[in-house]
């Protein structure tokens, strides 16, 4: 069974701080990997993506790819209260076009 | 771009009956997936289409989920007979091709589904 694990949370931080959130994935053949953030009551949103090992930014995210120790991390700095709600990682397992497997997601919670 | 529209938005039901859930996908997105999510399992593929041809449908439950495309601009979930286990919220997204970013997904705003 091909999985994407992370905990569910809730992450508490403090506005103003750095939130770092984990994904780890079964998959070691898996090729591009992806950050959703899903408010309360709505829709998963695509913040992120990354395909190689290493970081990538964007304004206050950072996703980090280690495909040596299959994890994947999205960094978020300034946290924000704004910043709450859950995030999922989402991993396409094979090459080529294929679907995502979505964790289940973890929560978080910036505190003003 | 109106987005991914997803119709009805809630549908309460009792044990038994005809569900039918409705997706508008993105003009020009040739990818279509219906998902499920629930607290327990997070958010599941049920089934998804390339250019209307249904390519993996491993994910629906039983048979009493069905799914159908007759065009590219319209899709149906169908579940019936429908069971309080079914109760969840149903995703609907739709993405392009051209490379990695055809992996890009973009969800409706769902349908909160409840079986009495």
């Known amino acids: 069974q091909k999985e994407v694990e992370q905990n569910s949370g809730p992450l508490s931080v403090p506005e103003g701080a750095i939130a770092s959130l984990n994904c780890t994935y079964s998959?070691?053949?898996?090729?591009?990997f992806f950050w959703y953030r899903q408010y309360s009551g709505k829709s998963p949103e695509l913040i992120m993506f990354?395909?190689?090992?290493g970081d990538k930014e964007d304004g206050r995210f950072t996703a980090q790819l280690n495909k040596a120790s299959q994890y994947v991390s999205l960094l978020i700095r300034d946290s924000q209260p704004s910043d709450s709600a859950t995030y999922l990682c989402?991993?396409?397992?094979?090459?080529?076009?294929?679907?995502?497997?979505f964790g289940k997601g973890t929560m978080l919670l910036v505190s003003p | 771009d109106a987005g991914v529209i997803q119709s009805p938005r809630h549908e309460v039901t009792e044990m038994g009956q005809e569900v039918t859930l409705r997706c508008k996908p993105i003009?020009?997105?040739?990818?279509l997936f219906w998902y499920r999510q629930t607290m327990m399992r997070g958010l599941e593929l049920l089934i998804y289409?390339?250019?209307?041809?249904?390519?993996?449908d491993s994910g629906m439950p039983e048979d009493r989920f069905s799914a159908k495309m007759p065009n590219a601009s319209f899709s149906t979930l169908k579940i019936q007979p429908s069971e309080p286990r079914d109760s969840a919220v149903y995703f609907c997204?739709?993405?392009?091709?051209?490379?990695?970013?055809?992996?890009?997904?973009?969800f409706g705003s769902g349908t909160q589904l409840s079986v009495l």
């Open positions: 997204a739709s993405s392009g091709t051209g490379g990695p970013t055809n992996e890009k997904l973009f």
């Open positions: 998959d070691r053949g898996s090729q591009s």
């Open positions: 990354i395909y190689s090992n």
């Open positions: 989402a991993v396409n397992m094979r090459s080529g076009y294929s679907t995502l497997t």
């Open positions: 003009s020009g997105h040739d990818y």
């Open positions: 289409f390339n250019n209307n041809v249904p390519i993996d």
